[in-house]
Protein backbone atom coordinates (compact mmCIF):
# COMPACT_ATOMS: atom_id res chain seq x y z
CA UNK A 1 0.00 0.00 0.00
CA UNK A 2 1.47 2.98 -1.15
CA UNK A 3 1.45 6.51 0.03
CA UNK A 4 0.23 7.65 -2.71
CA UNK A 5 -2.87 5.36 -2.68
CA UNK A 6 -4.07 6.05 0.95
CA UNK A 7 -3.80 9.70 0.35
CA UNK A 8 -6.00 9.02 -2.72
CA UNK A 9 -8.40 7.31 -0.39
CA UNK A 10 -8.15 10.50 1.68
CA UNK A 11 -9.50 12.38 -0.75
CA UNK A 12 -12.60 10.05 -2.03
CA UNK A 13 -12.94 9.97 1.90
CA UNK A 14 -13.07 14.03 1.46
CA UNK A 15 -15.45 13.62 -1.53
CA UNK A 16 -17.74 11.46 -0.20
CA UNK A 17 -18.69 13.53 2.92
CA UNK A 18 -18.51 16.62 1.38
CA UNK A 19 -21.50 15.06 -1.30
CA UNK A 20 -23.14 13.96 1.97
CA UNK A 21 -23.02 17.07 3.93
CA UNK A 22 -24.52 19.49 1.11
CA UNK A 23 -27.45 16.85 0.50
CA UNK A 24 -28.14 17.33 4.27
CA UNK A 25 -27.42 20.82 4.26
CA UNK A 26 -30.04 21.14 1.56
CA UNK A 27 -28.94 24.56 0.79
CA UNK A 28 -25.45 25.90 0.89
CA UNK A 29 -22.59 23.88 -1.22
CA UNK A 30 -18.63 23.36 -0.61
CA UNK A 31 -16.35 25.86 -2.28
CA UNK A 32 -12.92 24.62 -2.49
CA UNK A 33 -9.74 25.93 -2.54
CA UNK A 34 -6.62 24.67 -4.11
CA UNK A 35 -3.51 25.67 -2.56
CA UNK A 36 -0.28 24.41 -2.85
CA UNK A 37 3.12 24.04 -0.21
CA UNK A 38 6.16 25.58 -1.18
CA UNK A 39 8.52 22.94 0.37
CA UNK A 40 6.14 20.00 -1.01
CA UNK A 41 2.75 19.14 -1.80
CA UNK A 42 -0.96 21.05 -1.08
CA UNK A 43 -4.20 20.46 -0.08
CA UNK A 44 -8.22 21.26 -0.97
CA UNK A 45 -9.44 22.97 1.27
CA UNK A 46 -13.68 22.94 1.20
CA UNK A 47 -15.66 25.50 3.00
CA UNK A 48 -19.55 25.74 3.48
CA UNK A 49 -21.08 28.49 5.09
CA UNK A 50 -24.71 30.14 5.57
CA UNK A 51 -26.63 26.58 4.71
CA UNK A 52 -29.41 26.14 6.14
CA UNK A 53 -28.32 24.24 8.99
CA UNK A 54 -24.60 24.75 9.00
CA UNK A 55 -23.29 28.27 9.89
CA UNK A 56 -19.67 27.33 8.77
CA UNK A 57 -17.66 24.72 8.13
CA UNK A 58 -14.38 23.35 6.73
CA UNK A 59 -13.49 19.80 4.92
CA UNK A 60 -10.10 20.27 4.52
CA UNK A 61 -7.43 17.29 2.90
CA UNK A 62 -3.87 17.96 2.63
CA UNK A 63 -0.66 15.60 1.44
CA UNK A 64 2.33 17.72 1.95
CA UNK A 65 5.93 16.10 2.38
CA UNK A 66 9.26 17.33 2.00
CA UNK A 67 12.39 17.45 5.16
CA UNK A 68 10.34 17.12 8.57
CA UNK A 69 10.90 20.09 10.68
CA UNK A 70 13.29 20.04 13.44
CA UNK A 71 10.85 20.78 15.50
CA UNK A 72 8.82 17.53 14.88
CA UNK A 73 12.19 15.27 13.91
CA UNK A 74 13.69 16.38 17.80
CA UNK A 75 10.39 15.63 19.19
CA UNK A 76 10.87 12.23 17.68
CA UNK A 77 14.41 11.69 18.60
CA UNK A 78 14.79 11.11 15.09
CA UNK A 79 17.24 11.95 12.37
CA UNK A 80 16.45 14.23 9.74
CA UNK A 81 14.46 12.25 7.11
CA UNK A 82 12.03 13.42 4.82
CA UNK A 83 8.35 13.12 5.71
CA UNK A 84 4.84 12.40 3.51
CA UNK A 85 2.18 13.53 5.67
CA UNK A 86 -2.08 13.09 4.58
CA UNK A 87 -5.05 13.57 6.22
CA UNK A 88 -8.52 14.79 6.28
CA UNK A 89 -10.08 17.44 8.75
CA UNK A 90 -13.20 18.59 9.37
CA UNK A 91 -14.82 20.99 12.07
CA UNK A 92 -18.43 21.96 11.41
CA UNK A 93 -20.50 24.84 13.47
CA UNK A 94 -24.01 24.56 12.99
CA UNK A 95 -26.47 27.66 13.33
CA UNK A 96 -29.01 26.01 15.50
CA UNK A 97 -27.83 25.86 19.30
CA UNK A 98 -29.39 22.12 19.60
CA UNK A 99 -27.15 20.88 16.80
CA UNK A 100 -23.66 19.88 18.37
CA UNK A 101 -20.37 20.86 16.72
CA UNK A 102 -18.39 18.04 15.10
CA UNK A 103 -14.83 17.28 14.51
CA UNK A 104 -13.52 14.59 12.56
CA UNK A 105 -9.41 13.65 12.04
CA UNK A 106 -7.79 11.06 10.45
CA UNK A 107 -4.38 11.10 9.16
CA UNK A 108 -0.91 8.98 7.70
CA UNK A 109 2.61 10.06 8.35
CA UNK A 110 5.85 8.10 6.90
CA UNK A 111 9.10 8.66 6.85
CA UNK A 112 12.10 8.32 4.60
CA UNK A 113 13.15 5.47 6.94
CA UNK A 114 10.37 3.69 7.09
CA UNK A 115 8.45 4.75 9.96
CA UNK A 116 5.32 5.05 9.44
CA UNK A 117 1.47 5.47 11.61
CA UNK A 118 -2.20 6.23 11.59
CA UNK A 119 -3.71 8.49 14.15
CA UNK A 120 -7.17 10.60 13.91
CA UNK A 121 -10.32 10.87 15.82
CA UNK A 122 -13.95 12.02 16.12
CA UNK A 123 -15.49 13.67 19.09
CA UNK A 124 -18.69 15.90 19.46
CA UNK A 125 -19.22 19.27 21.03
CA UNK A 126 -22.67 19.80 22.16
CA UNK A 127 -24.12 22.86 23.32
CA UNK A 128 -26.54 21.07 24.96
CA UNK A 129 -25.99 17.58 25.82
CA UNK A 130 -28.56 15.59 24.81
CA UNK A 131 -28.36 11.77 26.51
CA UNK A 132 -29.61 9.86 23.85
CA UNK A 133 -28.07 11.65 21.20
CA UNK A 134 -24.63 11.23 23.00
CA UNK A 135 -25.35 7.32 23.52
CA UNK A 136 -26.24 7.43 20.09
CA UNK A 137 -22.82 8.37 19.21
CA UNK A 138 -21.15 6.66 21.55
CA UNK A 139 -22.43 2.94 21.02
CA UNK A 140 -21.92 3.42 16.96
CA UNK A 141 -18.18 4.39 17.62
CA UNK A 142 -17.86 1.42 19.95
CA UNK A 143 -19.53 -1.01 17.25
CA UNK A 144 -17.28 0.53 14.77
CA UNK A 145 -14.67 0.21 17.13
CA UNK A 146 -15.15 -3.19 18.42
CA UNK A 147 -15.20 -4.77 14.68
CA UNK A 148 -11.28 -3.57 14.41
CA UNK A 149 -10.16 -4.83 17.75
CA UNK A 150 -11.48 -5.33 21.31
CA UNK A 151 -9.44 -2.73 23.23
CA UNK A 152 -10.16 -0.26 20.76
CA UNK A 153 -13.26 1.86 22.17
CA UNK A 154 -12.19 1.77 25.39
CA UNK A 155 -8.80 2.97 25.03
CA UNK A 156 -9.52 5.61 22.52
CA UNK A 157 -12.66 6.66 24.33
CA UNK A 158 -10.29 7.49 27.19
CA UNK A 159 -7.39 9.26 25.18
CA UNK A 160 -10.30 11.65 23.48
CA UNK A 161 -11.49 12.45 27.11
CA UNK A 162 -7.43 13.04 28.16
CA UNK A 163 -6.96 14.85 25.06
CA UNK A 164 -9.92 16.52 24.77
CA UNK A 165 -10.23 18.56 27.79
CA UNK A 166 -9.72 22.25 29.07
CA UNK A 167 -7.38 22.19 31.75
CA UNK A 168 -8.01 25.90 32.97
CA UNK A 169 -11.76 25.48 32.75
CA UNK A 170 -11.69 22.33 34.07
CA UNK A 171 -14.29 20.44 31.65
CA UNK A 172 -14.28 18.30 28.69
CA UNK A 173 -14.60 20.32 25.06
CA UNK A 174 -18.05 18.26 24.72
CA UNK A 175 -18.58 14.51 25.10
CA UNK A 176 -15.50 13.23 23.69
CA UNK A 177 -15.44 10.08 21.42
CA UNK A 178 -12.24 8.84 20.23
CA UNK A 179 -8.50 10.01 19.42
CA UNK A 180 -5.51 7.31 18.78
CA UNK A 181 -2.70 8.44 17.36
CA UNK A 182 0.96 6.63 16.60
CA UNK A 183 -1.03 3.27 15.33
CA UNK A 184 1.28 1.05 13.07
CA UNK A 185 1.91 -2.81 13.38
CA UNK A 186 3.72 -3.10 16.31
CA UNK A 187 0.54 -1.13 18.35
CA UNK A 188 -2.11 -3.95 18.48
CA UNK A 189 -0.77 -6.76 16.45
CA UNK A 190 -3.00 -5.78 13.10
CA UNK A 191 -1.22 -5.12 9.76
CA UNK A 192 -1.08 -2.10 8.35
CA UNK A 193 -3.73 -2.74 5.98
CA UNK A 194 -6.18 -3.52 8.83
CA UNK A 195 -5.02 -0.26 10.74
CA UNK A 196 -5.96 1.80 7.14
CA UNK A 197 -9.35 -0.35 6.99
CA UNK A 198 -10.43 0.86 10.35
CA UNK A 199 -8.88 4.61 9.46
CA UNK A 200 -10.92 4.58 6.38
CA UNK A 201 -13.98 3.02 8.12
CA UNK A 202 -13.47 5.70 10.89
CA UNK A 203 -13.40 8.63 7.90
CA UNK A 204 -16.78 6.74 6.37
CA UNK A 205 -18.88 6.91 9.68
CA UNK A 206 -18.77 10.37 9.93
CA UNK A 207 -21.67 11.28 8.01
CA UNK A 208 -23.53 8.36 9.55
CA UNK A 209 -22.90 9.67 13.07
CA UNK A 210 -23.55 13.31 12.54
CA UNK A 211 -26.55 13.47 9.53
CA UNK A 212 -28.80 12.22 12.21
CA UNK A 213 -28.22 14.41 14.77
CA UNK A 214 -28.08 17.41 12.16
CA UNK A 215 -31.77 16.80 10.96
CA UNK A 216 -32.98 15.72 13.76
CA UNK A 217 -31.83 19.12 16.17
CA UNK A 218 -32.16 21.19 13.68
CA UNK A 219 -35.75 21.20 13.73
CA UNK A 220 -35.63 22.27 17.48
CA UNK A 221 -36.96 25.75 17.74
CA UNK A 222 -34.33 27.90 19.79
CA UNK A 223 -34.29 31.53 21.79
CA UNK A 224 -31.79 34.38 21.60
CA UNK A 225 -30.58 33.00 24.90
CA UNK A 226 -29.85 29.84 23.62
CA UNK A 227 -27.78 31.78 21.06
CA UNK A 228 -25.92 33.30 23.13
CA UNK A 229 -24.68 30.05 25.16
CA UNK A 230 -23.80 28.72 21.65
CA UNK A 231 -21.26 31.44 20.86
CA UNK A 232 -20.15 31.50 25.02
CA UNK A 233 -19.72 27.42 24.57
CA UNK A 234 -18.02 28.39 20.99
CA UNK A 235 -15.81 30.44 22.62
CA UNK A 236 -14.53 27.48 24.92
CA UNK A 237 -13.62 25.78 21.59
CA UNK A 238 -11.56 28.48 20.43
CA UNK A 239 -9.65 28.06 23.72
CA UNK A 240 -9.21 24.53 23.68
CA UNK A 241 -8.38 24.59 19.92
CA UNK A 242 -5.80 27.97 19.89
CA UNK A 243 -4.42 26.68 23.48
CA UNK A 244 -3.66 23.11 23.50
CA UNK A 245 -4.90 21.10 20.37
CA UNK A 246 -1.57 19.99 18.92
CA UNK A 247 -2.48 19.81 15.27
CA UNK A 248 -2.91 23.55 15.38
CA UNK A 249 -0.22 24.32 17.51
CA UNK A 250 1.91 22.24 15.45
CA UNK A 251 0.63 23.38 12.02
CA UNK A 252 1.31 27.24 13.40
CA UNK A 253 4.78 26.27 15.01
CA UNK A 254 6.10 24.73 11.18
CA UNK A 255 4.68 27.99 9.19
CA UNK A 256 1.34 25.47 7.74
CA UNK A 257 -1.19 26.69 5.97
CA UNK A 258 -3.12 28.98 8.11
CA UNK A 259 -6.08 29.55 6.58
CA UNK A 260 -6.95 25.78 6.63
CA UNK A 261 -5.35 25.70 10.17
CA UNK A 262 -7.76 27.87 11.29
CA UNK A 263 -10.57 26.55 9.38
CA UNK A 264 -11.34 25.13 12.73
CA UNK A 265 -12.61 28.79 13.69
CA UNK A 266 -16.41 29.32 14.34
CA UNK A 267 -17.95 32.22 12.61
CA UNK A 268 -19.05 33.80 16.39
CA UNK A 269 -17.68 33.18 19.39
CA UNK A 270 -18.31 35.51 22.77
CA UNK A 271 -17.04 35.63 25.99
CA UNK A 272 -18.94 37.03 28.74
CA UNK A 273 -16.94 37.59 32.13
CA UNK A 274 -17.76 34.96 34.95
CA UNK A 275 -20.52 33.96 33.38
CA UNK A 276 -22.81 31.05 35.12
CA UNK A 277 -25.43 29.01 34.04
CA UNK A 278 -28.69 29.19 35.96
CA UNK A 279 -28.96 26.86 38.76
CA UNK A 280 -31.31 23.86 37.28
CA UNK A 281 -31.34 25.31 33.77
CA UNK A 282 -30.05 22.79 30.54
CA UNK A 283 -27.36 24.96 30.46
CA UNK A 284 -25.99 24.02 33.76
CA UNK A 285 -26.97 20.54 32.85
CA UNK A 286 -24.69 20.43 30.23
CA UNK A 287 -21.87 21.94 31.96
CA UNK A 288 -21.71 18.79 34.84
CA UNK A 289 -21.74 16.50 31.99
CA UNK A 290 -18.75 18.03 30.88
CA UNK A 291 -16.04 15.64 32.32
CA UNK A 292 -14.05 12.69 31.55
CA UNK A 293 -15.08 8.67 32.10
CA UNK A 294 -18.33 9.44 31.73
CA UNK A 295 -19.35 6.16 29.90
CA UNK A 296 -22.40 6.85 27.36
CA UNK A 297 -22.67 3.37 25.67
CA UNK A 298 -23.85 1.97 29.78
CA UNK A 299 -28.27 2.73 29.04
CA UNK A 300 -28.36 3.74 32.94
CA UNK A 301 -26.31 6.88 32.92
CA UNK B 1 10.59 51.10 49.18
CA UNK B 2 8.13 47.50 50.33
CA UNK B 3 6.35 45.43 48.06
CA UNK B 4 3.07 46.08 50.13
CA UNK B 5 3.61 49.85 48.97
CA UNK B 6 3.95 49.24 45.51
CA UNK B 7 0.98 47.24 45.77
CA UNK B 8 -0.98 50.10 47.59
CA UNK B 9 0.38 52.15 44.88
CA UNK B 10 -1.05 50.10 41.85
CA UNK B 11 -4.56 49.83 43.76
CA UNK B 12 -4.45 53.63 43.82
CA UNK B 13 -3.49 53.65 39.95
CA UNK B 14 -6.66 50.93 39.32
CA UNK B 15 -9.14 53.43 41.17
CA UNK B 16 -7.65 56.44 39.47
CA UNK B 17 -8.28 54.44 36.27
CA UNK B 18 -11.52 53.14 36.76
CA UNK B 19 -12.80 56.55 37.83
CA UNK B 20 -11.38 58.35 34.38
CA UNK B 21 -12.73 55.67 32.39
CA UNK B 22 -17.04 55.61 33.84
CA UNK B 23 -16.29 59.20 33.51
CA UNK B 24 -15.75 59.09 30.02
CA UNK B 25 -17.71 56.53 29.44
CA UNK B 26 -20.66 58.43 30.57
CA UNK B 27 -22.89 55.27 31.58
CA UNK B 28 -21.70 51.76 32.33
CA UNK B 29 -19.89 51.53 35.97
CA UNK B 30 -17.20 48.98 36.91
CA UNK B 31 -18.28 45.96 39.00
CA UNK B 32 -15.57 44.85 40.99
CA UNK B 33 -15.11 40.57 42.04
CA UNK B 34 -12.53 40.29 44.78
CA UNK B 35 -11.21 36.79 44.62
CA UNK B 36 -8.23 35.13 46.72
CA UNK B 37 -5.43 32.61 45.65
CA UNK B 38 -5.72 29.41 47.58
CA UNK B 39 -1.57 29.59 47.90
CA UNK B 40 -1.66 32.88 49.05
CA UNK B 41 -3.04 36.62 47.95
CA UNK B 42 -5.74 37.62 45.68
CA UNK B 43 -6.95 40.08 43.55
CA UNK B 44 -10.09 42.50 42.56
CA UNK B 45 -11.28 42.91 39.14
CA UNK B 46 -13.43 45.01 37.68
CA UNK B 47 -15.55 44.53 34.90
CA UNK B 48 -17.48 47.35 32.79
CA UNK B 49 -19.74 46.25 29.99
CA UNK B 50 -22.43 47.66 28.00
CA UNK B 51 -21.25 51.43 28.43
CA UNK B 52 -21.97 54.49 26.07
CA UNK B 53 -18.28 53.68 24.66
CA UNK B 54 -16.73 50.73 26.29
CA UNK B 55 -18.46 47.66 25.14
CA UNK B 56 -16.35 44.78 27.29
CA UNK B 57 -13.41 45.78 29.43
CA UNK B 58 -11.49 44.72 32.70
CA UNK B 59 -9.23 46.55 34.98
CA UNK B 60 -7.50 43.96 37.08
CA UNK B 61 -5.24 44.62 40.08
CA UNK B 62 -4.09 41.57 41.89
CA UNK B 63 -0.56 40.94 44.55
CA UNK B 64 0.15 37.19 44.96
CA UNK B 65 2.58 35.40 46.40
CA UNK B 66 3.62 31.80 47.00
CA UNK B 67 6.41 29.37 46.54
CA UNK B 68 7.78 30.54 43.09
CA UNK B 69 5.79 27.62 40.55
CA UNK B 70 8.61 24.99 39.24
CA UNK B 71 7.74 26.17 35.29
CA UNK B 72 9.04 29.85 36.43
CA UNK B 73 12.26 28.97 38.69
CA UNK B 74 13.13 26.68 36.28
CA UNK B 75 12.68 29.36 33.20
CA UNK B 76 14.91 31.56 35.46
CA UNK B 77 17.32 28.95 36.46
CA UNK B 78 16.87 29.45 39.96
CA UNK B 79 16.48 27.93 42.98
CA UNK B 80 13.09 27.26 44.86
CA UNK B 81 12.12 30.14 46.65
CA UNK B 82 9.15 32.42 47.58
CA UNK B 83 7.98 35.20 45.05
CA UNK B 84 5.47 38.02 45.29
CA UNK B 85 4.21 39.56 41.98
CA UNK B 86 1.77 42.60 41.84
CA UNK B 87 0.23 44.66 38.72
CA UNK B 88 -2.53 45.96 37.25
CA UNK B 89 -3.86 44.74 33.67
CA UNK B 90 -6.42 46.56 31.34
CA UNK B 91 -7.99 45.73 28.03
CA UNK B 92 -10.82 47.40 26.55
CA UNK B 93 -12.93 46.32 23.63
CA UNK B 94 -15.29 49.69 22.55
CA UNK B 95 -18.65 49.42 20.91
CA UNK B 96 -17.41 51.92 17.78
CA UNK B 97 -15.15 50.24 15.44
CA UNK B 98 -13.67 53.49 14.87
CA UNK B 99 -12.50 53.30 18.36
CA UNK B 100 -9.38 51.43 18.84
CA UNK B 101 -8.83 48.54 21.67
CA UNK B 102 -6.14 48.96 24.55
CA UNK B 103 -3.92 47.10 26.52
CA UNK B 104 -2.19 48.27 29.45
CA UNK B 105 0.07 46.45 32.16
CA UNK B 106 1.98 47.14 34.84
CA UNK B 107 4.12 44.40 37.04
CA UNK B 108 6.09 44.17 39.60
CA UNK B 109 7.79 40.84 40.78
CA UNK B 110 10.08 39.84 43.37
CA UNK B 111 11.54 36.92 44.87
CA UNK B 112 12.67 35.73 48.52
CA UNK B 113 16.50 35.84 47.34
CA UNK B 114 16.08 40.02 46.54
CA UNK B 115 16.11 39.32 42.71
CA UNK B 116 13.32 41.74 41.51
CA UNK B 117 11.64 43.43 38.66
CA UNK B 118 9.27 45.68 37.05
CA UNK B 119 8.05 45.01 33.66
CA UNK B 120 4.64 46.63 31.79
CA UNK B 121 3.82 48.03 28.65
CA UNK B 122 0.85 49.82 26.27
CA UNK B 123 -0.26 49.16 23.15
CA UNK B 124 -3.09 50.04 21.04
CA UNK B 125 -4.86 47.84 18.73
CA UNK B 126 -7.25 50.12 16.15
CA UNK B 127 -9.62 48.31 14.34
CA UNK B 128 -8.89 51.22 11.21
CA UNK B 129 -5.37 52.80 11.78
CA UNK B 130 -5.86 56.64 12.30
CA UNK B 131 -2.45 58.37 11.37
CA UNK B 132 -3.08 61.85 13.21
CA UNK B 133 -4.32 59.22 16.46
CA UNK B 134 -0.95 56.52 15.86
CA UNK B 135 1.20 59.53 15.87
CA UNK B 136 -0.37 61.68 19.11
CA UNK B 137 -0.46 57.68 20.88
CA UNK B 138 3.48 57.05 20.08
CA UNK B 139 4.40 61.02 20.47
CA UNK B 140 3.20 61.35 24.18
CA UNK B 141 4.71 57.71 24.73
CA UNK B 142 8.11 58.84 23.72
CA UNK B 143 8.23 62.14 25.39
CA UNK B 144 6.61 59.96 28.82
CA UNK B 145 9.82 57.45 28.55
CA UNK B 146 12.78 60.43 27.43
CA UNK B 147 11.59 61.57 31.01
CA UNK B 148 13.51 58.88 32.25
CA UNK B 149 15.77 57.79 30.20
CA UNK B 150 17.08 58.12 26.24
CA UNK B 151 17.07 54.39 25.19
CA UNK B 152 13.32 53.88 27.10
CA UNK B 153 11.34 54.64 24.25
CA UNK B 154 13.40 52.77 21.10
CA UNK B 155 14.45 50.13 23.16
CA UNK B 156 10.71 49.98 24.20
CA UNK B 157 8.84 50.57 21.25
CA UNK B 158 11.20 47.89 19.22
CA UNK B 159 10.25 45.11 21.74
CA UNK B 160 6.31 45.89 21.59
CA UNK B 161 6.90 45.73 17.75
CA UNK B 162 8.36 42.24 18.33
CA UNK B 163 6.05 41.23 21.57
CA UNK B 164 2.68 41.79 19.56
CA UNK B 165 3.41 40.20 16.66
CA UNK B 166 1.15 37.39 14.99
CA UNK B 167 3.63 35.11 13.42
CA UNK B 168 0.78 33.15 11.54
CA UNK B 169 -0.73 35.74 10.22
CA UNK B 170 2.54 37.82 9.17
CA UNK B 171 1.12 41.03 11.06
CA UNK B 172 1.34 43.32 14.32
CA UNK B 173 -1.43 42.83 16.73
CA UNK B 174 -1.73 46.60 16.23
CA UNK B 175 0.32 49.69 15.99
CA UNK B 176 1.88 48.41 19.78
CA UNK B 177 3.71 51.23 22.05
CA UNK B 178 6.17 50.17 24.52
CA UNK B 179 6.56 46.72 26.14
CA UNK B 180 9.39 45.97 28.81
CA UNK B 181 10.28 43.39 31.31
CA UNK B 182 12.90 42.76 33.97
CA UNK B 183 13.73 45.98 34.58
CA UNK B 184 16.13 46.41 37.80
CA UNK B 185 18.70 48.63 38.78
CA UNK B 186 21.19 46.54 37.09
CA UNK B 187 19.55 47.14 33.48
CA UNK B 188 19.82 51.21 32.69
CA UNK B 189 21.58 52.62 36.16
CA UNK B 190 18.52 53.85 36.96
CA UNK B 191 17.73 53.26 41.13
CA UNK B 192 14.97 51.56 41.76
CA UNK B 193 12.92 54.17 43.01
CA UNK B 194 13.29 56.14 39.69
CA UNK B 195 12.30 52.63 37.66
CA UNK B 196 8.88 52.53 40.18
CA UNK B 197 8.38 56.41 39.05
CA UNK B 198 8.67 55.51 35.37
CA UNK B 199 6.27 52.55 36.08
CA UNK B 200 3.93 54.64 37.80
CA UNK B 201 4.12 57.37 35.81
CA UNK B 202 3.14 54.09 32.48
CA UNK B 203 -0.05 53.44 34.66
CA UNK B 204 -0.99 57.43 35.23
CA UNK B 205 -0.54 57.95 31.20
CA UNK B 206 -3.07 55.70 30.81
CA UNK B 207 -6.30 57.73 30.54
CA UNK B 208 -4.40 60.36 29.11
CA UNK B 209 -3.85 58.28 26.01
CA UNK B 210 -6.46 56.42 25.37
CA UNK B 211 -9.46 59.01 26.81
CA UNK B 212 -9.22 61.51 23.97
CA UNK B 213 -9.03 59.07 21.57
CA UNK B 214 -12.20 56.99 22.77
CA UNK B 215 -14.29 60.61 22.96
CA UNK B 216 -12.99 61.90 19.68
CA UNK B 217 -13.59 58.41 17.58
CA UNK B 218 -17.00 57.47 19.39
CA UNK B 219 -18.72 60.05 17.56
CA UNK B 220 -17.50 58.75 14.10
CA UNK B 221 -20.92 56.69 12.65
CA UNK B 222 -20.24 53.03 11.45
CA UNK B 223 -21.85 50.51 9.45
CA UNK B 224 -22.60 46.63 10.10
CA UNK B 225 -19.65 46.04 7.85
CA UNK B 226 -17.28 48.17 10.19
CA UNK B 227 -19.07 45.95 12.78
CA UNK B 228 -18.08 42.86 11.04
CA UNK B 229 -14.04 44.10 10.56
CA UNK B 230 -13.98 44.83 13.71
CA UNK B 231 -15.09 41.09 14.97
CA UNK B 232 -12.65 39.41 12.89
CA UNK B 233 -9.79 42.12 14.00
CA UNK B 234 -10.93 40.91 17.26
CA UNK B 235 -10.68 37.42 16.32
CA UNK B 236 -6.86 37.77 15.59
CA UNK B 237 -6.60 39.89 18.68
CA UNK B 238 -8.10 36.55 20.52
CA UNK B 239 -5.09 34.93 18.76
CA UNK B 240 -2.97 36.27 19.59
CA UNK B 241 -3.63 36.48 23.33
CA UNK B 242 -4.49 32.74 23.16
CA UNK B 243 -1.66 31.33 21.26
CA UNK B 244 1.36 33.97 21.72
CA UNK B 245 0.82 36.34 24.73
CA UNK B 246 3.27 34.89 27.65
CA UNK B 247 1.30 36.00 30.53
CA UNK B 248 -1.85 34.49 29.38
CA UNK B 249 0.40 31.41 28.79
CA UNK B 250 2.01 31.23 32.38
CA UNK B 251 -1.36 32.09 34.02
CA UNK B 252 -3.30 29.54 32.49
CA UNK B 253 -0.08 26.76 32.81
CA UNK B 254 0.36 27.71 36.55
CA UNK B 255 -3.52 27.22 37.69
CA UNK B 256 -4.09 31.01 38.07
CA UNK B 257 -7.44 32.79 37.74
CA UNK B 258 -9.06 31.76 34.19
CA UNK B 259 -11.49 35.01 34.12
CA UNK B 260 -9.04 37.48 35.40
CA UNK B 261 -6.47 35.79 32.71
CA UNK B 262 -9.28 35.98 29.97
CA UNK B 263 -10.60 39.28 30.93
CA UNK B 264 -9.12 40.19 28.16
CA UNK B 265 -11.34 38.35 25.38
CA UNK B 266 -13.63 40.22 23.49
CA UNK B 267 -16.99 40.40 23.82
CA UNK B 268 -17.48 39.33 19.90
CA UNK B 269 -15.18 37.95 17.99
CA UNK B 270 -15.83 35.96 14.11
CA UNK B 271 -13.73 34.10 11.85
CA UNK B 272 -14.25 34.30 7.83
CA UNK B 273 -12.51 31.57 6.11
CA UNK B 274 -9.63 33.12 4.18
CA UNK B 275 -10.98 36.97 4.84
CA UNK B 276 -9.96 39.62 1.96
CA UNK B 277 -10.28 43.03 2.65
CA UNK B 278 -11.31 45.25 -0.71
CA UNK B 279 -8.47 46.91 -2.66
CA UNK B 280 -7.96 49.87 -1.81
CA UNK B 281 -10.37 49.80 1.26
CA UNK B 282 -9.78 51.30 4.42
CA UNK B 283 -9.55 47.55 6.03
CA UNK B 284 -6.60 47.40 3.28
CA UNK B 285 -4.93 50.54 4.54
CA UNK B 286 -4.71 49.23 7.94
CA UNK B 287 -3.47 45.51 7.01
CA UNK B 288 -0.78 47.40 5.45
CA UNK B 289 0.20 49.16 8.22
CA UNK B 290 0.22 45.93 10.21
CA UNK B 291 3.90 45.75 10.53
CA UNK B 292 7.02 45.90 12.75
CA UNK B 293 9.42 49.31 12.65
CA UNK B 294 6.79 52.27 11.36
CA UNK B 295 8.12 55.30 12.94
CA UNK B 296 5.27 57.20 14.42
CA UNK B 297 6.55 59.67 16.22
CA UNK B 298 8.09 60.61 12.34
CA UNK B 299 5.68 63.62 10.82
CA UNK B 300 6.02 62.38 7.53
CA UNK B 301 5.06 58.71 7.35
Not at 91 to 120: A, C, Q
Amino acid sequence: MTKEHIAETFKGIQDYICRQLETADGKALFLEDLWTREEGGGGRSRIIKNGNAIEKGGVGFSAVHGQTPEKISQALQLPPADFFATGVSIVLHPHNPHVPIIHMNIRYFEMSNGTYWFGGGIDLTPHYIVKEDAQFFHKKLKAHCDHYHPEFYTTFKKWADDYFYIPHRNETRGIGGIFFDHLNDSTYGLSKEQLFDFVKATGMLFTELYVPLLKKNSAHSFSAEEKQWQKIRRGRYVEFNLVYDKGTKFGLDTNGRTESILMSMPPEASWEYDFQAKAGSQEQLTLTQLKKGLDWTNESI
